[in-house]
Each structure stands twice: as C-alpha cells, then as structure tokens.
C-alpha cells in the first residue's frame, strides 16, 4: 500500500473513531439529561415511531450509498441519478406517513402520535437531501469533515433539546431536538462539500445502481423490521411507558457493545482478509479475535447488568427504575454481539455472504417465534427470551464457522468459558458486596471497582492470555 494511501486510511480511521465516540458520546450525555427531565411516555411515543422511520431510510437510500461507493468509475450522471431518486422517493414516503397518521394512532391506541408522527417524519427528508454528500466524502476516506458537521448538530440540538424538556415541551422536546440535529448536519455537509447536484437523471445508471443496491436493500429492510419488532410488540401489547423503559434500556446496553463491536469489526475485517485462503492461520487469528473480544465487552456489560439499577436510579431518576430492572436483563443478550459480529465477518472473509443472508433468515424466523412465545407472560419474560434467542443464534451463526475453517460452537465455548466463569464469578461478587450497601452512590463507587479490580488480578493469576495481549498492545503504543 502506497504510504499517502496508508497515512490517508489511517487518518481516515482516527476520525471515523472520533465521530463515532464523540457523536455518541455527547448524545448519551444529552438522553441521560433529558430522561430525568421527561417521562417514559414521552420516550415511548418516539419508539411506536422508530421502525416507519428506519424502514423509510432504508428505501431513500436503497444500497445506492454503498453502490456510489464500491463503483470505481462513478460518474457525475451516477451522483445526480442518485440524489434526484432519493429526492422523489423521500417526499412520496412523507406523503405517505402523514395520511397513515391517523391509522398509526388508531393501531396503538395513542391519538397524541398522529401530530408526533407527521413532524418526526419529516427526518427522512433531511436524510435524503445528504446521501449523495456523504458517501463522496466516504469515498475520499474524509471523516473528519463528517466528524465536524455530526459534532456542531449534535451539541446544538442537543442544548435546545434540553432547553424545551426543561420548560416543559414534553416529547415535542425530543422530537426537535432529533429534527434540528439532522437538518443542521445536512446543511453543514451541502457548506463543506463541494459537490452540487446538476439537472441530469440516467435510467441506465439508475438499473446498474439498482442492481447492486437492491441486494443491500433486501438485507437491510430484513434488519431494519426485526430490530424495531420489539418495540412495535411492546408499543401494541403494553404501553408508551413500557416501552420508553424498555428502549431506554436498550440504548444503556448498546452504547459499549455496538461501540466496541464496530471497531472490533473494523480490525478483524481487512486482517482476516489478507490470509483468507490460508485456512489453518485464518482459524488461529479468528480464535484470538474471538477471545480478546469476549475478554473486553465480556465484563463491561456483566458490570453494567451488576450495577443497572443503581446506575440508572441516579442517572435516570427514580421514575426510571423498571429501566433498571430491564437493563439488567438486556446485557446478558446483548454481550454477544460481537461475536455474533465476528462469525459473520468470517463468512464475508470467505466470499459467501450468501450464507450470511441465509442464516439472518432463520435467526430471523426464530426470533420472531421466540416474541410470540414469550409476549403473553410480560415484557421481562420477553427480555429474558432475548437472551435463549441470542445463544440459539449463536449455535446457528457457528454452524457455517465450523464447516469453513473448523472452529464450530463447541471449540469456540471451550475458548470462551474462561472468560464467562471469571465474569460470573465477577458478577456474584458485585451483587453481594452491593448487598451490603444502602446508597446507590456507594453501591456505584464500591461495587464497580471492586469487581473489576477482581476480573483483572484473577486474570494476572489465571495467566489469560488476552491480558497479555492487550498489556502488549498498550505498551506499543506508548
């Protein structure tokens, strides 16, 4: 690799780390804020909303981002092609959401969501006008353009969101601050780009597009449906309240999984790749990648699941305590995702994301059935279903691992069960040292360091080698 192209990655990828954790970080920041300053109804209501949105992004976009991307002699015709398509279909998703308003309100029960909805959707609006921007300063690996505009929005809307909620907005705070946060962030990317759209549209370059995307479209729509079904079950099934606890808690539980999942992907994506027909060091590295993941995420959500409802009792406030008592639940679904992540990686690394498609249909079938079946006994048992669905998904995810490179479900349990018996044991210890406490402040100061401080020394004498890995690693860098 040239070394402009090298310095450029890597400075690309400082950046993509900058956005993601910056941008994040100040919007967990801003929710932490604004939730003790609302309530979970108001919470809930922009959840029944979440899945008309994402669904609606899915087609503006469809796969063409990632087309304009992977196309590596794009044209001028391919950029306007794209950006007049996302205009048109945009405005006809609005057009439809706003008459389905009412029949949105009338399914939940919730007459307040209809005026909600025709606001909130205007988001898919501010989206579209921004793809084609987006993906030109992807292709020129310049996040820290994207890190800057994300970064202003965020920080800006995030104020005015607070602001509202203080002075008594409701979920009218929420719903601005999510709209202001888009429209700023177009506009600063249509100042800092240099690309504007010209009067030309080529139905050739739409189908060659099309071609390519609509394969992403099928996945992503497919994705898109599954990850808000909870919440359209919940929305149905119980109340706005419940499900603002229950995407509260979600959102608690993602933000050091999917955090660190994504730059494990990031690492373990281009290294896997460039010795994916060398089957017996491809095993090697995966099985190391497996671990220190495991040995990362691992204990940071056992942590959390120790310490949620006191950490979100003095977040949150005390309105948020069944949150607390959900996030418990949820992190012990959510910490494998990374290796659920890293399975699936494998199967891109070998060439066939045809049995990555496969297999999202039947985890998809499954979890589906496992809603179903838990959904009647409440929305802790269906929490605790999220965690059967994760570990019968992980058998299915194995499956294809063990017939490529021979390390199937069993060997990667036998790599992992150190790992998970030091963080139970990790866990246990928290549970009974907080026992003994009466303030959440304390059960928070005491409870965490004394549980981590254990993973950590019972590592030293367990001689772990992700220990020393990551030890390595740190030492390099300084």
Known sequence: MPNSLRQKTAKGMLWSSVERFSVQGVQFF????MARLLTP????????????????????????????????DRTETDNNTVFYFNIIVSALLYLILYISAPLVADFYNTPQLCPVMRVVCFSIIFNSLAVVQRALLTIRI?????????????????????????????????VTQQLLYLCMNTCFLWLLSKWRPRLMYSWQSFHELFAFGSKLLASGLLDTVYRNIYPIAIGKLFSASNLGHYTR????????????????QR??????????????????????????????????????????????????????????????????????????????????????????????IIKKALGVSVLCITAPYGLIVMCYGQIFNSLVALTINT?????????????????????????????????????????????????????????????????????TEILSLLRRKS
């Not at 994506?269 to 060398?278: A, F, G, T």
């Not at 990362?296 to 008592?325: D, H, R, Y």
């Open 142 to 174: 310049d996040f820290k353009t994207q890190a800057k505009t994300a970064l202003i929005a965020v920080v800006t809307s995030g104020v005015v969101g607070i602001t509202m909620a203080y002075h008594g907005f409701g979920v009218w705070s929420l």
């Open 399 to 467: 499956y294809y691992t063990g017939k490529l490179i021979h390390v199937g479900f069993f060997r990667q349990m036998r790599d992992l069960l150190p790992t998970i018996a030091l963080c139970l044991a990790m866990f246990a210890l928290i549970l009974t040292v907080n026992h003994f406490m009466s303030s959440d402040i304390m059960k928070l100061c005491i409870g965490i360091p004394i549980g981590m401080s254990f993973y950590i020394s019972s590592s030293r004498i367990f001689k772990f080698s992700e220990l």
């Open 41 to 72: 109804h108001d919470y809930g209501l922009i959840g029944m909303l979440a899945i008309f949105i994402a669904v609606a992004q899915s087609l503006i976009d469809s796969g063409f981002s990632q087309a304009l991307i992977r196309k590596q």
């Open 249 to 264: 808690a979600q959102h608690f539980s993602e933000f050091p999984s999917s955090n660190i999942t994504g730059i494990l």
């Open 30 to 33: 801003v929710m932490i804020v």
């Open 267 to 360: 690492v373990t994506y281009p290294v896997l790749c460039e010795i994916q027909n060398d089957d017996t060091r491809l095993a090697g590295f995966y099985r190391k990648f497996l671990k220190l993941s495991a040995f990362i995420v691992f204990p940071l959500m056992t942590v959390l699941s120790a310490v949620a409802q006191p950490l979100v009792n003095k977040m949150l406030g005390p309105q948020w305590e069944f949150c607390g008592l959900l996030l418990q639940i949820i992190c012990f679904s959510m910490m494998w995702h990374p290796i659920h992540a890293i399975n699936l990686n494998l199967l891109l690394v070998k060439g066939r994301p045809d049995l990555s498609l496969r297999l999202e």
